[in-house]
């Protein structure tokens, strides 16, 4: 039996015919699509590398059925850059060197997205710390991390300001 | 993983008595299917059931089986009049995992014993007849109130141990009509042979969860839990307190334990004990002794009684104090400053 999973991925509507249900978001993302910035790291939803947006909310696709998922809007992190500008917690890490190996970054950036977004951290470091903790970094640059956080928090609430 | 079938229930009604397992966030499902330990020839996708509202009813509240972790850990009415159901929903799981998993699924999660999650272990929980791995094992996420010989494995939900204290009340609907269960009592304890009965029966589902008012208690009910690491970790034990004071002397109390047995642990003597006495650390202590009445190791895990004692002294001295109007930043935690209670 052959599935048809209709997703919008970074503002684009796709079809995708499965012919397994057990496809999860993460390898439709990286096998079907070809979208491999989001990486696959435990696959059991412990280490937050496979953090995307889900209608707006950060979610492990690893442990996302896909088929569940048939209609859903996702951002990866291949939908954050304008062209050659960087989305404001891009360009945070970058400044603020969240990440060593990069392994992690795409997840930790689309979980620092999510994070802004539900607006509930501001600019407590505790607080950006303690919404940071599904997303793991071994070479363990979380300082930088949480630097990156606040610095494109402050920025982008900077941005509203001026839009408003 | 297993191939399986794939439906999507559209209705309540589709979704009652439909053979095959559940599928709603599928944090815990997936991750089962995942290591081989749930292997369903099919799975039934109730997460698009219109069970999402977050309703007021007779001065409590009903909550939809499809309402997210962090939907629910959110909703001003939680916040306003069960902030320990907040706290203990934000204690647990990461933000990414409380977005996908839902109210029901939270109830229903298996138990973390990593003798369970093997399936190469014998388990009687898993594999009726084949043993008990954790017996003589690693235990310190194992039972001490409540088990056999049977099994030995622990509850890991920090949100029914609220919802316990709260004495919400579970809504099922199957095959064979309605009934409705108290938290504290929906998940079986072990017998001599293994888990116990099913919670649900074949085709049934949770549809809501219901909360009473907790009348002057509101303000004053905190969840502590202690874990290996502050943030994204299972309970070692945990307590949900809730009090109302008036004049000095407690007129009502709550208290329920987790991590120390097969469900939610609720502690009606010491409950009982608190009444009238004043609000203050002898009470408590002698309400921790009451509440891990009766408890035993089920292997090396006897810190786990002294540290019960200890969580449930402090949830009731943080309970007493009184809910901060914003819960902390690190939800739960002991180790923080006077901003975190």
């Known amino acids: 039996m052959t599935f048809n999973l209709n997703l919008t991925i970074n503002g684009t509507a796709q079809q995708i015919a499965l012919d397994d249900p057990r496809v999860t978001l993460l390898d439709v993302l990286r096998e079907r699509v070809g979208l491999t910035g989001t990486k696959k790291g435990c696959d059991r939803g412990q280490c937050g590398a496979c953090t995307v947006l889900i209608d707006g909310q950060r979610m492990n696709?690893?442990?996302?059925?896909a088929l569940s998922y048939d209609g859903a809007e996702i951002t990866t992190i291949e939908g954050l850059a304008k062209g050659e500008?960087?989305?404001?917690?891009?360009?945070?890490?970058?400044?603020?060197?969240?990440?060593?190996?990069?392994?992690?970054?795409?997840?930790?950036?689309?979980?620092?997205?999510?994070?802004?977004?539900?607006?509930?951290?501001?600019?407590?470091?505790?607080?950006?710390?303690?919404?940071?903790?599904?997303?793991?970094?071994?070479?363990?640059?979380?300082?930088?991390?949480?630097?990156?956080?606040?610095?494109?928090?402050?920025?982008?609430?900077?941005?509203?300001?001026?839009?408003? | 993983m297993n191939r399986f079938e794939y439906e999507r229930a559209g209705t309540l009604a589709e979704a009652i008595g439909a053979e095959g397992a559940f599928l709603a966030g599928g944090t815990n499902l997936l991750d089962l299917m995942k290591i081989g330990v749930q292997a369903p020839a099919r799975l039934v996708d109730i997460s698009r059931l219109p069970l999402t509202e977050i309703e007021p009813v007779e001065g409590g509240l009903r909550i939809g089986a499809m309402v997210r972790n962090s939907t629910l850990a959110r909703d001003p009415q939680v916040l306003a009049k069960y902030p320990a159901l907040a706290e203990a929903l934000l204690s647990g799981a990461s933000a990414q995992l409380r977005n996908a998993a839902s109210t029901g699924g939270n109830v229903m999660q298996a138990t973390r014993c990593s003798y369970y999650q093997d399936p190469l272990s014998p388990c009687n929980r898993r594999n009726p007849g084949s043993g008990c791995g954790a017996l003589g094992g690693e235990t310190r996420n194992h039972a001490v109130l409540g088990w056999t010989e049977g099994c030995i494995a622990t509850h890991p939900s920090d949100m029914c141990v609220a919802l316990a204290a709260y004495d919400a009340v579970v809504e099922i609907?199957?095959?064979?009509?309605?009934?409705?269960?108290?938290?504290?009592?929906?998940?079986?304890?072990?017998?001599?042979?293994?888990?116990?009965?099913?919670?649900?029966?074949?085709?049934?589902?949770?549809?809501?969860?219901?909360?009473p008012d907790p009348g002057a208690m509101a303000r004053h009910a905190r969840y502590v839990k202690l874990r290996e690491r502050t943030s994204f970790a299972f309970a070692i034990v945990s307590a949900a307190a809730a009090l109302a004071v008036e004049d000095g002397r407690i007129t009502q109390a709550r208290l329920a334990l987790g991590g120390v047995a097969a469900r939610p642990w609720r502690c009606r003597t010491a409950e009982a004990a608190l009444l009238g006495q004043p609000a203050t650390i002898e009470t408590f202590t002698r309400a921790a002794e009451l509440a891990l009445e009766g408890a035993s190791p089920s292997g090396a895990?006897?810190?786990?009684?002294?540290?019960?004692?200890?969580?449930?002294?402090?949830?009731?001295?943080?309970?007493?104090?009184?809910?901060?109007?914003?819960?902390?930043?690190?939800?739960?935690?002991?180790?923080?400053?006077?901003?975190n209670g």
């Open chain 2, 173 to 211: 609907s199957g095959p064979e009509g309605a009934r409705s269960v108290a938290m504290a009592e929906f998940h079986p304890l072990p017998d001599a042979q293994g888990a116990g009965d099913a919670p649900l029966a074949a085709g049934e589902i949770i549809t809501h969860i219901r909360l």
């Open chain 1, 85 to 164: 500008t960087l989305h404001p917690v891009q360009a945070a890490f970058v400044a603020h060197d969240g990440f060593q190996c990069g392994y992690c970054t795409p997840g930790q950036i689309m979980s620092a997205v999510g994070l802004i977004a539900e607006g509930e951290a501001g600019l407590d470091p505790e607080r950006v710390r303690e919404g940071m903790s599904g997303n793991l970094c071994r070479c363990a640059a979380y300082a930088g991390i949480t630097e990156a956080v606040l610095e494109a928090t402050r920025e982008m609430s900077a941005q509203e300001g001026t839009s408003a």
């Open chain 2, 301 to 339: 895990n006897e810190a786990k009684i002294r540290l019960a004692r200890k969580i449930a002294i402090r949830a009731l001295e943080r309970a007493a104090a009184g809910t901060p109007e914003r819960l902390p930043a690190l939800p739960a935690s002991l180790f923080a400053g006077d901003d």
């Open chain 1, 61 to 65: 696709a690893c442990l996302a059925l």
